[in-house]
Each structure stands twice: as C-alpha cells, then as structure tokens.
C-alpha cells in the first residue's frame, strides 16, 4: 500500500515564499521511482507543476519555471518543492503524485493529465497568495 502525504502550504502575500513537503510511504522509494506535484483551483482541470525522477531530472510548468524548484531526499524518501516569488495566481490546492517504476522522463509527468501522469496521489494543501 503507498501512502503520499503532503505539509507546509498557507498564506502568503504576493512576492513571498513558501516550501511544501512531500512524504511518499509504503511501495514507493524515491532512489528508482518518480514524485511531483500538480494544482487545481475549484472550477478548472488540475495541472502540472513540476515533477523529479529517480535520476534527479526535473520538468517544470512554464507558469513556474524560475521560480519554483523541486528536489527530494531519497533518504527521507520526501520531496519538496520551494516556491519562490509567489503570484495570486499561484493560490490553489496543491497536490503531490507519486509512481513506481516511471518511464518517459518528469515531462511526460508534468504536461500529462493526472490520471497518467501519477498513481497515488495525496490529499493536497492549500497555498494562497494575496497581492
């Protein structure tokens, strides 16, 4: 059984920071499987953030290249993704997806639709950004 967890989304004002964590537990180990983090805001489809596989290879969204990063401790078996420069229209539930055994590189993960882009998902944090 895979349990993925997500922590440390909230309230920022726009320009700030905020760091979310990612813990993956049971069949999933981040040294040979891949993690990342989609959005969604009520109303829309959800979409990709950014994504790490096993190697450390990263993808991210175009709306957050520059200033989110992704990294993982495959010791802590934990992903992060730090986001920096923050905009309102960043605000959204953020949630963390994970997969055994990934093929096809973080891109296919990040630009996919959820349902193929990860097999466990969390249950999300929200991250709000006021201007």
């Known amino acids: 059984q895979v349990q993925v967890a997500e922590s440390g989304g909230g309230s920022v004002q726009a320009g700030g920071s905020l760091r979310l964590s990612c813990t993956a537990t049971?069949?999933?180990?981040?040294?040979?499987?891949?993690i990342g983090w989609y959005r969604q805001v009520p109303g829309q489809e959800r979409e990709g953030v950014a994504a790490i596989d096993s190697d450390g290879s990263t993808a991210y969204a175009d709306s957050v290249k520059g200033r989110f990063t992704i990294s993982k401790d495959n010791s802590k078996n934990t992903a992060y993704l730090q986001m920096s420069s923050l905009k309102p229209e960043d605000t959204a539930m953020y949630y963390c997806?994970?997969?055994?055994?990934?093929?096809?590189?973080?891109?296919?993960?990040?630009?996919?639709?959820?349902?193929?882009?990860?097999?466990?998902w969390g249950q999300g944090t929200q991250v709000t950004v006021s201007s």
């Open positions: 997806g994970a997969d055994r055994l990934c093929g096809g590189g973080p891109e296919k993960r990040v630009f996919s639709r959820p349902a193929l882009a990860f097999a466990f």
């Open positions: 049971g069949y999933i180990s981040l040294h040979k499987d891949c």
